[in-house]
């Protein structure tokens, strides 16, 4: 079993910043695919930003150049760095570890 358990979101402004983290706990093992999805009121949950299995990373088209995902793998953590945040990225990020999912925490970009 693992946890996963996510951080650091919350309300910013159009062009601000916010980094979210997704610390894993538990029976985790190094080799899975993890990164982040979103899920917008109304639309189906999409992926933002992940690294499979061999360690090659995948971005949204809408992320490029914007968000960065990262991992500190002595602390069995996962981040997503988002810049230059538009009100369209107002969603809920759920990361992912393999097939387990955290609960989401909510980023809300005010115009």
Do not use: H
């Not at 997704?22 to 949950?45: D, E, H, T, V």
């Not at 002595?74 to 990225?89: G, I, R």
Request: proline content about 2%; aromatic content about 10%; glycine content about 12%.
């Amino acid at each position: 079993q693992v946890q996963l358990v996510e951080s650091g979101g919350g309300l910013v402004q159009a062009g601000g910043s916010l980094r979210l983290s997704c610390a894993a706990s538990g029976s985790i093992f190094s080799i899975l695919a993890m990164g982040w999805y979103r899920q917008a009121p109304g639309k189906q949950r999409e992926l933002v930003a992940s690294f499979t299995r061999d360690g090659s990373t995948n971005y949204a088209d809408s992320v490029k150049g914007r968000f960065t995902i990262s991992r500190d793998n002595a602390k069995n953590t996962v981040y997503l760095q988002m810049n230059s945040l538009k009100p369209e990225d107002t969603a809920v990020y759920y990361c992912f570890r393999g097939m387990y999912w955290g609960q989401g925490t909510q980023v809300t970009v005010s115009s």
